[in-house]
């Protein structure tokens, strides 16, 4: 039996509470359904009209657009006439909320009026509200009134004001306004396998053929577990487009569309502020990087056994192009969770970034369990040194709610934090208090390199020829330190010179080709910004066995040093700390001289 939706529960609480006002946000134009009960599936505003008459109450709803409206009653509509005749425009702001304040002080009646579309009438004015509209300014003054009215506290009168866009005048949504906010939520996975259910039932019914059916080896179980983030109009609107397009032509509703759609519909839900990445390989095809994959299998392992004394943030800092964000999708293929990619979240108007955020954090609860990935994080958020002077305090603030988010024991094992970052020496400190583990990424070392290119030449579809000597290739001068990406091009470039030497697309890549592809490469980096990145994210890591070189025994056997890493680390394995710090200050010493002679 499926229990009623989170915020009829916590609505409820409120009314039993004698609070004067509701205001709903969230989902809030999504459909209700509940399977025990005999109410089809209807607007949120709908069920909660219908909730509210069985308690008693004369229920009318109030939009710009609509105008005043009464919900018939088959119990009596005693308040209908009452009304309507002090209302000589319906849809006139001031005519409607005059006439309803001495009703609401009524103590012999239970009356209950909806505002729809609460946004539009008390907006939100950047904490100017003298330049807010008249009429925006009446709506909003009448309905704070309201709010502190202890006449009507002392009734069993409420006001319901149903925001779409999470806009609603601060005023009314800050302490001791007199009305508390209620959230929608997403669908549950009980709520979406309950409305999938139904969906089914009606197209076996013949009721409705303009919804496909599941594909054969898609069970409704299945569907509800996958379709986490889409609201009960998305699934319908999903199945009916399946039934348009054929796609229910001995296929039906498969897993891929479900996973396809929800990428579209969380993105637009986030107003592109989230993205959701559908990884299609795990760790099969990580190349190199032992040190971040088994711990990466370690702690998926442990996800899937229902550990909950987990990491909740992992920052992944080192030189740009050697693998995080490939590694981060394959996390998430492993755990089979949704992936989403934080984009930028910062506006110029004042609140508004917070209000972003809270948006982002409010989807990521209903997704979770959920990957939430923060790339180059030194950019996206900023650091809590820019001060007043420079953002108002938005990157203070920002930062203040991530770590209150990230450092709440409920969200442990359930939503990880990962962040990555090209530039770990522009950090905010609070960022590496936050992330618990640290993990190091630096250029591939010659081993590495053997592993990578046989697996890079997979990916670009091509093979290499037998007479490929890798570890000859991988030990080449011209390619001492490369980036991941650079190698790929390498690979490419090879590519390139064998085709046209056979004249003909796609022929095996020889040793020759490699080498001349690897003479010809010219790294378009800076080798000295490189290596204090590296050593930066080394000195950084949060264990030792997280180090390249390292596994749980000591050295990491077949691993070869990085050339710039001989001299820093000791014959059992450990970094120097000491030689690590001077030549971090000889390479800033370094970085500076240079910035000081492009400006001279």
């Known amino acids: 039996m499926q229990r009623q939706p989170k915020w009829i529960i916590q609505f409820e609480e409120a009314r039993q509470a004698r609070t004067p006002g509701i205001i709903l946000t969230g989902n809030t134009n999504d459909l209700v359904y509940v399977d025990d009960q005999s109410i089809p599936p209807c607007l949120v505003k709908i069920y909660l009209g219908q909730y509210l008459q069985r308690l008693g109450y004369e229920v ?18 005693r308040l209908r006439s009452e009304i ?29 009026l909806v505002v729809d579309y609460a946004d539009h009438l008390c907006p939100v004015s950047q904490g100017m509200n003298a330049v807010l509209a008249p009429q925006h300014l009446f709506a909003l003054q009448t309905f704070h009134a309201w709010g502190v009215d202890d006449e009507i506290r002392v009734s069993d009168n409420i006001i319901v004001l149903i925001s779409h866009e999470n806009q609603v005048n601060e005023l009314l949504t800050g302490t001791g306004s007199g009305f508390q906010v209620i959230t929608v939520d997403l669908p549950s996975e009980e709520e979406r396998l309950a409305f999938v259910n139904l969906l089914l039932s009606l197209r076996t019914r013949g009721r409705a053929k303009e919804f496909a059916p599941l594909s054969a080896d898609f069970t409704p179980q299945e569907f509800a577990r996958v379709s986490g983030g889409l609201r009960l109009r998305d699934i319908e609107a999903l199945f009916r487009q399946a039934q348009a397009r054929g796609e229910q032509n001995e296929i039906g509703v498969t897993c891929r569309l479900v996973r396809e759609y929800k990428a579209i519909v969380i993105r637009q839900l986030a107003k592109d502020r989230l993205e959701v990445k559908e990884p299609e390989v795990g760790f099969e095809a990580v190349a190199g990087l032992k040190h971040a994959v088994d ?29 995080k964000s490939f590694l981060v999708s394959a996390l998430a293929k492993e755990l089979n969770y949704p992936c989403l990619i934080m984009r930028n ?79 770990p020496d522009l950090l905010d400190p609070a960022i590496l208090d936050r992330f618990q583990v640290a993990i190091p990424f630096i250029h591939p070392s010659p081993s590495e390199i053997e592993e990578i290119l046989p697996l890079l030449a997979q990916q670009l579809s091509r093979s290499l020829a037998e007479d490929v000597r890798i570890h000859e290739i991988a030990n080449l001068p011209n390619i001492n330190l490369p980036t991941v990406r650079g190698l790929q091009e390498i690979v490419a470039k ?10 003909r697309v796609g022929v095996p890549i020889h040793h020759h080709h490699l080498l001349k592809a690897a003479s010809l490469y010219k790294p378009n980096y800076n080798p000295i910004l490189h290596e204090f990145v590296a050593l930066t994210a080394l000195r950084m890591t949060t264990f030792q066995d997280l180090l390249p070189w390292r596994d749980d025994n000591g050295w990491r056997e077949g691993y070869t040093l990085p050339s710039y890493l001989e001299e820093l680390v000791t014959s059992e394995g450990d970094l120097d700390i000491i030689k690590l710090n001077e030549r971090l200050q000889q390479l800033q010493q370094q970085l500076q001289w240079e910035r000081f002679a492009r400006q001279v």
């Open 295 to 323: 711990y990466f299998r370690r702690l998926t392992w442990r996800l899937h056994s229902g550990a909950t004394d987990v990491p909740q943030g992992i920052l992944l800092a080192g030189v740009p192009g050697c693998g």
């Open 345 to 423: 979240i910062r506006e110029r108007w004042v609140g508004a970034s917070e209000r972003n955020l809270e948006e982002v954090l409010w989807i990521a609860e209903n997704l979770a369990p959920c990957l939430i990935v923060i790339e180059e994080i030194d950019q996206v958020l900023g650091q809590r040194t820019t001060g007043e002077s420079l953002d108002a305090g938005t990157s203070e603030r920002l930062l203040a709610r991530i770590w209150e988010f990230t450092g709440s024991m409920r969200h442990r094992g359930r939503i990880l934090w990962i962040a990555t970052t090209n530039r």
């Open 494 to 503: 090879a590519g390139e010179i064998a085709d046209w030497e056979a004249g």
């Open 84 to 112: 309507i005749q002090k209302i000589a425009n319906p849809r006139d702001v001031e005519q409607v909320l005059s006439a309803f304040t001495p009703v609401l002080r009524r103590r012999d009646i239970k009356v209950a």
């Open 60 to 77: 009318f709803y109030f939009s710009l657009s609509h105008g005043l409206q009464h919900l018939p009653n088959p119990n009596g509509n």
